[in-house]
């Protein structure tokens, strides 16, 4: 059992055992509590029990915490991967079939006009990619319209280009049919 002795104005201290607790009064009197070493430990180990506990505790408690903040940001950074991917996969997409398909078309009926065909015409069958954004990547899909529509306004050129060519062909082939026909009834006269 704890066994207490009260000590006025001398503050003498008489320690029995392995602990010395020292508590004020209201009154402003000193009191200490004197243990007895099987007191002592047994408090030490409540105390220490007790003290584990919160540690546990608050331990438990930042584990959680921290889980919570890997799986929100996981969570928040596959969105932002996605968000900013699917447009630029779109773009990716539009600009693999302008290389593979378009520009390779454009390229071979030129090499055909080049050589003397005027029937040849070009049409881009790539769409614009639409912008879903005003980031960064919504301004590299605008860039990416804009360069697209003057190939398209390239195909128009080359097409208007070859039609003109055969009207202008049409037309000195006409011219030439006349002067044979001229010279030929000069010919025929002379």
């Known amino acids: 059992m704890f066994h207490c002795r009260r000590l006025t104005q001398s503050l003498q201290y008489r320690l029995v055992g392995a602990f010395l607790l020292v508590a004020l009064l209201p009154m402003a009197a000193v009191s200490v509590l004197v243990l007895t070493q099987a007191e002592a430990a047994l408090h030490q180990t409540l105390y220490n029990a007790e003290a584990f506990a919160a540690v546990e505790s608050l331990r438990r408690l930042v584990l959680l915490v921290m889980i919570a903040t890997v799986l929100v940001t ?54 614009e990619v639409p912008v879903q954004s005003d980031d960064e990547v919504g301004q590299v899909t605008r860039a990416f319209n804009v360069i697209l529509a003057n190939l398209l306004t390239v195909s128009e050129v080359f097409n208007r280009m070859t039609a003109s060519l055969r009207q202008l062909v049409t037309e000195v082939s006409a011219s030439a049919t006349e002067v044979i026909s001229a010279s030929g009834q000069f010919a025929a006269a002379a």
Request: positive net charge.
């Open 74 to 127: 996981t969570l928040v950074a596959a969105w932002l991967a996605r968000r900013i991917a699917r447009p630029l996969q779109s773009v990716a997409t539009a600009a693999d079939r302008i290389a593979r398909s378009d520009l390779a078309n454009l390229v071979a009926e030129m090499g055909a006009v080049a050589g003397g065909d005027l029937t040849r015409q070009v049409n881009f069958t790539t769409a």
